[in-house]
């Protein structure tokens, strides 16, 4: 699957991602995630700054879902697709390195990357812009501000 221009959008609009995995036993994590960007047009790379349970779920169970919205406009997607933990120790480490890198400014040290091949997609948005399809953004914006206290 190929990340769309929208998806590209909602991702660099989005401050957190939230990444869920499950062990093998099938109990369910769900982390957030604050450093994260797309790599490529199949897939996005994640800091991984301090998510031990993360990293053992992925190294037992590669399948994930990821999820990510503009918490104003609220909207964003739903990713799901097959992780890897790259360490340090791996030669495609300081390749990924680089982009999580330009985020951080090197203010956040990190042993691992998860690099997320992205399998499929699905929209998220908020239920105002189904129960009243006349919601524009501009409506939701300031709906979600008033809610945030901005």
């Known amino acids: ?75 964003g997607y739903q990713l799901k697709g097959k992780t890897k933990v790259v360490p340090k120790s791996d030669a495609e480490f300081e390749s990924l390195e680089k982009p999580l890198l330009e985020i951080t400014e090197g203010k956040f040290p990190f042993a691992s990357i998860f690099k997320i091949t992205v399998e499929s997609a699905k929209p998220i948005i908020a239920p105002r812009y189904i129960l009243y399809p006349e919601t524009t953004e501009e409506a939701q914006i300031e709906s979600a501000k008033k809610s945030y206290g901005f």
């Open 1 to 75: 699957m190929t990340l769309t221009k929208n998806i590209k959008k909602y991702i660099d609009q989005s401050v957190l991602c939230w990444l869920a995995t499950a062990s093998l036993d099938n109990i369910p994590n769900v982390s957030p995630k604050e450093i994260f960007t797309v790599y490529d047009d199949k897939t996005i790379i994640i800091a991984n700054v301090a998510s031990p349970q993360t990293a053992k779920n992925i190294k037992d169970n590669p399948k994930i879902c990821l999820s990510f919205i503009d918490v104003l406009v609220q909207k």
